[in-house]
Nanobody
């Protein structure tokens, strides 16, 4: 089992940047692929980005390609989401998640979730 704690959210103006972090407990962090998701009120959770166990493969939702970068530091047990050129439409609660599945590009494959961190982008 793994526990996840996100940090780094906040209020930023459009065009600005934020970096989210997600710290994982346990000693088997590199056994999990990691993902970032977001949710706004009254809408379904949306996939944002995912990264393989080794960090060698990444996936992104189309609307964030070229603006967001997912990365991980297995020695620190942490996954990051660098968000640049933020838009008001990126406003959401962002969650990190972990899965031992090879199909980590599918949101249904994730077993462990953090509590979320709010990102608000003002226009």
């Amino acid at each position: 089992q793994v526990q996840l704690v996100e940090s780094g959210g906040g209020l930023v103006q459009a065009g600005g940047s934020l970096r989210l972090s997600c710290a994982a407990s346990g000693r088997t962090f590199n056994s999990y692929a990691m993902g970032w998701f977001r949710r706004v009120p009254e809408k379904e959770r949306q996939f944002v980005a995912a990264i393989s166990m080794s960090g060698g493969t990444t996936y992104y939702e189309d609307s964030v390609k070229g603006r967001f970068t997912i990365s991980r530091d297995n020695a620190k047990g942490t996954v990051y989401l660098q968000m640049n050129s933020l838009k008001p439409g990126d406003t959401a609660v962002y969650y990190c998640a972990a899965t031992s599945s090879s199909y980590y590009y599918l949101s249904t494959e994730y077993h462990y979730w953090g509590q979320g961190t709010q990102v608000t982008v003002s226009s």
